[in-house]
């Protein structure tokens, strides 16, 4: 199989890919065509039908079609041009070929997860931690597996494991290099801060906003369901509560964002920052990463409102 990943502009597309997402669109013309985002494990591509004749049966989103067309460039990314299009039959793919999955060893990071877990000393934070990493088979199993977004950064299987534990890291860090932050609030809320993008995100190949997460944001469902968790442990402080509520109601940093509260204490702060920072990271490396050996200007990006271009060698 040709992956995604492996196409440069000026080559030809011919293979079976899963449509994650058709739109029917118009022109400024008027004239129909159709918006695609085509995927695989390397992840996904812009791809365009301009023109709607014979070579272009019917199909729709989440359907594995095969395509024949053009590979192009826009604004420094691949687009695939398609000429020719159908739904592919039974047996001529292979559904583990089409889940974009973290390049990293799920077990192994899930074991510096349950580092941190075991880490934490207060005995409230424990007891919270222990109800979901340990005693939660179901929640153990969406979280190794689950992406961290649709499409942003780390929409990939293993990407909210991936995504926190990287947090966590960097939370980690901030306790060690600043004495007056309270490490085992801190950590508790990076291990925390996303969990409601299980019930915010289908899991794949949909990996799209499920109603919940249309509704009501993974902000708010992670935060209900630590309420609902901290009601059953006795003796929970009710300032403790709080707090830990507050940074994961806050990491987001704005309101703009998506937070309902800004940061107010120094922990909510650290995991802002942190959360930012390997958001911000992941996306470039994964812009970088589909514009390949392109080493020149890749065009505006809007996410950071900025021309992006690869590190020169030296």
């Known amino acids: 199989m040709y992956y995604l990943s492996d196409y440069r502009e000026g080559q030809k597309l011919v293979g079976t890919y899963l449509c994650k ?6 022109t400024k013309a008027g004239k129909t065509y159709y918006s695609l985002t085509l995927q695989d494990k390397t992840g996904t591509a812009d791809a365009k039908i301009w023109e709607l004749n014979m070579g272009i ?11 024949e067309g053009m590979v192009t460039s826009f604004q420094g990314n691949i687009q695939m ?18 889940i974009p999955t973290t390049e990293k060893d799920i077990e192994e990071m899930f074991g510096q997860v349950m580092a941190y877990v075991n ?8 007891k919270l931690l222990k109800k979901f990493f340990v005693e939660d088979a179901e929640f153990v199993k969406e979280f190794k597996q689950h992406s961290a977004a649709k499409s942003v950064h780390h929409g990939f299987m293993g990407g909210l494991l991936e995504h926190t534990l990287s947090v966590t890291n960097m939370c980690n860090y901030f306790a060690t290099a600043y004495p007056n932050i309270q490490r085992d609030l801190l950590i508790t809320a990076a291990l925390f801060h996303d969990m409601g993008k299980i019930e915010e995100i289908a899991g794949f190949p949909r990996n799209d906003y499920t109603d919940d997460g249309q509704l009501l944001g993974h902000i708010f469902i992670g935060a209900q ?5 901290i009601a059953s442990i006795d003796g929970f402080p009710k300032k403790l509560e709080n707090e830990l509520l507050h940074c994961v109601l806050a990491h987001h940093g704005k309101l703009e964002f998506g937070s309902p509260k800004v940061p107010a204490l120094l922990e909510a702060m650290a995991l802002h920052l942190a959360d930012n920072a390997d958001a911000k990271i992941q996306t470039l490396t994964e812009v970088f990463k589909q514009a390949g050996d392109n080493m020149d200007w890749l065009g505006f ?14």
């Not at 997402?21 to 118009?26: A, N």
């Not at 049966?57 to 395509?67: H, M």
């Not at 880490?119 to 424990?126: E, R, T």
């Open 225 to 229: 369901k630590l309420s609902v968790a």
């Open 57 to 67: 049966a019917e199909f729709e989103a989440l359907d594995y079609i095969y395509c």
């Open 81 to 98: 041009n398609i000429s020719r299009v159908r739904v592919s039959e039974e047996g001529e793919y292979d559904p583990a070929d089409y």
């Open 119 to 126: 880490g934490v000393k207060n005995p409230y934070l424990s």
């Open 21 to 26: 997402t058709k739109q029917v669109l118009k």
């Open 301 to 314: 990006n809007r996410m950071f409102e900025s021309n992006l271009r690869q590190t020169s060698e030296s």
